[in-house]
Each structure stands twice: as C-alpha cells, then as structure tokens.
C-alpha cells in the first residue's frame, strides 16, 4: 500500500522505516528541501540517524500536493504546535476525505485543546485517529520489540489502521477511546521533568515510582473531566509512555528535570539541553486545565511552580508531603 | 501508641523505625532468640541492617502472648507461605479482637487463596487491613520519601490505620478494596522476572514498559474475575509496584529474570541468588488462576513456560508478537 507521512522527523523515519518492513511504499513529506534531497539521493535520512540505511520504497517530497495525492493514508508526524498550520495547508489543497493518524503528542499551547479537537475544527474531512504508547524512535527505527495504542471513534476505523501497520517487532492494540489516548500522551512529559528532579535528588527507587503512580492518578482525574475513560490511561498511552519517559534518558524531558534537580535553572537547563523540552510548555495548559475543569494536580502545579516560579524542589516536596490524607482514587 | 509487628524481617524492622519515628513505640516478635537479644542488647537488627541503629522505642520478643498483649494492633509481615501457620498460633492463644494490618504480597500456594482470606478464615476476630505499593525496605528504613495504599473492608477502618502510620517522610493513601490491593501486590513479581528477561535481551526501553504496561493489562483482566476493581490496580499497589520491581536492583525477581535472560537455567538461576524468588512460586498459582475464572494471561504463562518448561525467550517473544490483534482494555 502507498502510505503518506507528513513530517521528517525522527519518529517519522522510524515508522516509514517500519511501514517499508511490511511492504509498504512511503512517501514522507518535508519542509526542508536538503532533507528532500539527500533522502532520495543517498537513501539516509542524516538529519535524524547517521548511519541507518532507508529502503528504497520510502521516499521524500518537498510538495505537499504530491504528498497528498499519492495516498489516502495520511500519518501527522508534525511537531503538535505546527499541526494546525499544516492543517490550514491541507484544507487549502485539498477538499477531498481520507485517513488521517496522528502521531503527534501534547496540547495546542494557544488554545489548550487536543489535537483531535485541532483536526476536527479544520479538518474533519478526513477520519482521525491517533497513535500513542512507549515508542522512542531510535528504538522503533532499529526494529526493538515496541507495542502502542491505537484510537479512533469508531473500532472499525482503528481495526484498519491496526492491519495497516501491526507486524514484525510492532505491535498495535485499538481503542475508541481518542480523548484519553491524547490525554496521556499530553500530560506525561511533566511527570518526566518531575521524575528527573528526584532522580537528581537521589530520592530513591520508591519516590519514583509514587511519583509516577501519582502522577498518573493527576492524568486520571484531570482526563476523567475531559471525557477520557481511566481505564485508557491505565494502558499503553498512560502507564506505558509514563514508564518509558520517567525511566529513560532518551527522554528529553527527563534530562531536564534532572538539570534542575541538580540546582541549574530552568534557563540553564534549556541552555545546556540545546532546546526546551515539550513538558515545560504542557505544564502551563494542564495548570490552566486544572482550573477550568476544577481539579486538583498538586504534581503538575509543582512542577509549574520550579520552572516558572524558581520554587526549590525541596521545599516543594515536603509540601506535597504535608498535604491532607486523601483516599487513593478519587474521580466519581 | 504501642504497635506490635509480627516478623522480625527487613520491612517489619524498617517499618518498626518509621512507626518509632513518630513516637510510637513498636514491639517485634521474632522466633530467632539470637536476634531477639541481638536488638534488645545492642539495638541493632544485624539480621537485616548492619548498620542502621533502632530507635531505643522499638524492643523485640520471643513470646508470642507477650506481643499479643503488647498493644490492639498488630502489623503482621511474615513471608507468605507462614502466615496460616502464625495465625493458628495466635487463634489457639487468643479470641480476644483488635486490628491487623497486613504487609505480606503473595497467594498461598497450597490452596491459591489471597490472605484476606487466609486471615478470615482463621482470625475473623481480628478487623484486616493490608498495606502495598512501592516500597522496598532499604529504602523506607533510611527515610526516602515512600507512598502507599492501605485497604480495608471499610473506609473508617483504612483511616485509623492511616492516622497511626501516615507521617514524616512516609504517606499513606486509603482504599476500600482490599482484594485489588491484594492481586497487585501478589502477580506483580511474575512480571518483574519477565522484565529482567526483557532487560538481559537488550530489547529496550519500549519493550520494557510495554511488558509492565500488558502486565497490568493481565493483573486488571484477573483482578476484575477475582472481585477487584481495576482502577485500585492502576494505583500504587498495581502501577506503582510494578514499577518499583521492574525497574529496581533491589527486586529479587527482577535479578532471577536477567539471570534466565542472561541464558542460564532456572536452577543456575536460583543457586546464584541463594533463594527462589517469589515470582517464580507465584506464576504457578497464578496460571491455575487463569484456568479457574477463564482469563488470558500470555505474558504470565510464557514466564511460566521459561522457569518451568526450560523454553526460549526469544522463541516466547516471537510467538507473543504474533498473536492475534486485540483491543488495549478487554474485562467487561
């Protein structure tokens, strides 16, 4: 099958990379047109990974016309605060209906919506779905064992992208449960910036774990209000990305809260790590989103209050020590 | 308050500290007379900690009428397989009530029972409550921040428990499912053996969280047959336990996998510890479990199928990856 993935980015390799192991031809669409150039022409995308060789059935485009034409199987693989460009592009282009997955994760910082509520405004042509689950990219891209989520409306609509892409070391799980899919995948990088601070901290083994299962009761409450399901948060989007994000330093929003756990400041942190990671942005929605839908995310409004406030993590902690005692699971 | 422990272990030492570091004062029953003098005369628990001296509020005994009678509540942390033999002690000693609260993990292998049941069919005298989540004892004994979930048959009764423990560096969430709590605490350690497989394989990051991540997919599926409501095992007994061990050097269970992934038997495996790890009696129960109430559980007999049928993990893996494609949630 010819399948279009709208980005070039690493993840985006990695997944045309698996597409092609099942046969499929993949046509990746990017706005860099040296990118464009050495793909077609040496068969490495150099830009994301060095030294792996692409199969010949994955090619690129600078044209987004072409992209669009070449298929009716669309995967967004665009950073989540360019989609709604990309998608005001596509509107242009084209009127016609498809298959839209998206792979991208967070919240529109100037909106504070999902991106499905993003697709639906501009693009609701085209069925959307969204993929999400422990998926790093340089694993992905060299074939390592690797099992994701997989959500649309309908369970129909998901079983297709699920024959689709499932096989070899890839494995897909469906669910209709879109909402809380992106809930997970928005949130989780806050809890990473939390777990690198106590890892910085040497607070041990125990302190990462509650802080992992405590942040994710936060994602449960707060996508419980949103519409999610908890069950879904208890899966691959929610527990699983969790898990892989709050125990791996391929997770760039780990390695910065592990700066500042080490006393840097955010600014610093930013400096040393190249560029700013994703959970410093989502943790300002998710604090507004705390207040909107009036629940309590003590974690993530700590985490809001050492990167923007300058507040000491220690104090922090024994703060949400001090707190009240609370039963665990409070969404009815 | 006086507070008696039964068990004279790593975490009934640990807890007897942090319970005398809010100014309880704890009473250790113990059937080793060395170790009894060992604490009451030096104040070191040499068993456990070498190096960590006991608050002088924590004493042990050797007479179990005399811990009886210490105080009307008791935490019992006995291994598993002893508890019905401590609690038919203690009903031939006294028909008198109070409260127990439970730190053991596991299922009674000869009748496949959790010991809630265990207790009520010995000891109904005593309310039960049971204490779980990520918590190894190093850690609690040396003050690292720790949160857990305690459950009892009432909320009312949780909240004693929790006013009596909750405190200083240790945080206690209160649950009214104690089967939950129970199943969590019990199938996580097949688990753990299944990612030190995972981690001696090099598979990676994702396939690491994917294993805990359908893991908990396989504790909630037979949790829910079992009475236990799902959402109490995406909590700090589930989730955050899972983590803990999978995650940990400290988990017993997660060093046997990495030796059966490292290629060596199960025997080897075990002779290189120096003791069974409690996964590796679990999975059984566990599996006959999955017969009784009709639920899949792949992940827990492939590690079923490693330690006792002496088979491959890599050909386990490739059969996992090959199964038939499913839905992520799957208990109503």
Redesign the interface.
């Known amino acids: 099958m010819n399948i279009t993935i709208l980005g070039s980015g690493s993840f985006a390799s990695a997944m045309a990379m698996h597409l092609a192991s099942l046969d499929h031809s993949v046509l990746l669409w990017s706005i860099d047109g040296e990118q464009v150039d050495t793909i077609n022409l040496t068969g490495y995308n150099t830009f994301c990974f060095q030294d792996i060789k692409l199969s010949d059935r994955i090619k690129a485009t600078l044209s987004l016309k072409k992209a669009l034409d070449f298929s009716e199987w669309y995967i967004m693989a665009i950073p989540t605060q360019f989609e709604r460009e990309v998608l005001e592009k596509i509107a242009c282009i084209t009127k016609a209906s498809g298959h839209m997955l998206n792979l991208a994760k967070g919240i529109e910082i100037s909106t504070g919506n999902l991106l499905h509520t993003v697709h639906a405004e501009i693009c609701s042509n085209f069925t959307y779905s969204a993929l999400s689950?422990?998926?790093?990219a340089e694993?992905?891209a060299v074939g390592?064992?690797?099992?994701v989520?997989l959500a649309s409306k309908t369970?129909g609509e998901a079983?297709k992208w699920?024959?689709i892409i499932?096989g070899?070391?890839f494995?897909?799980?469906?669910?209709d449960d879109v909402i809380g899919l992106e809930v997970g995948g928005a949130t989780k990088n806050i809890y990473a910036v939390a777990a690198g601070i106590a890892r910085a901290m040497e607070?041990?083994?125990?302190?990462?774990?509650?802080l992992?299962?405590?942040g994710?009761?936060e994602i449960?409450r707060l996508g419980s209000k949103m519409g999610a399901s908890?069950?879904?948060?208890?899966?691959?989007a929610g527990?699983?990305?969790l898990?892989?994000t709050?125990?791996?330093m391929?997770s760039r929003n780990f390695r910065l809260g592990l700066a500042i756990g080490q006393g840097k400041s955010f600014d610093q942190a930013v400096a040393e790590l190249g560029q700013v990671a994703e959970g410093a942005y989502t943790v300002r929605a998710v604090v507004e989103n705390s207040k909107k839908f009036d629940v309590e995310l003590p974690l993530a409004e700590s985490v809001y209050r050492v990167i923007y406030g300058n507040e000491s993590p220690q104090e922090l902690?024994a703060e949400l020590?001090a707190r009240s005692?609370?039963?665990?699971?409070r969404?009815q």
């Open positions: 689950g422990p998926s790093h694993e992905v390592c064992p690797t099992a989520a369970e079983q699920q024959r499932n070899n070391h494995r897909i799980y469906t669910s607070l041990g083994d125990n302190a990462i774990a509650a992992a299962c405590r994710l009761a449960m908890p069950l879904t948060l208890s899966g691959l527990v699983g990305d898990m892989v709050c125990y791996s391929h902690l020590f005692l609370k039963p665990e699971m969404f």
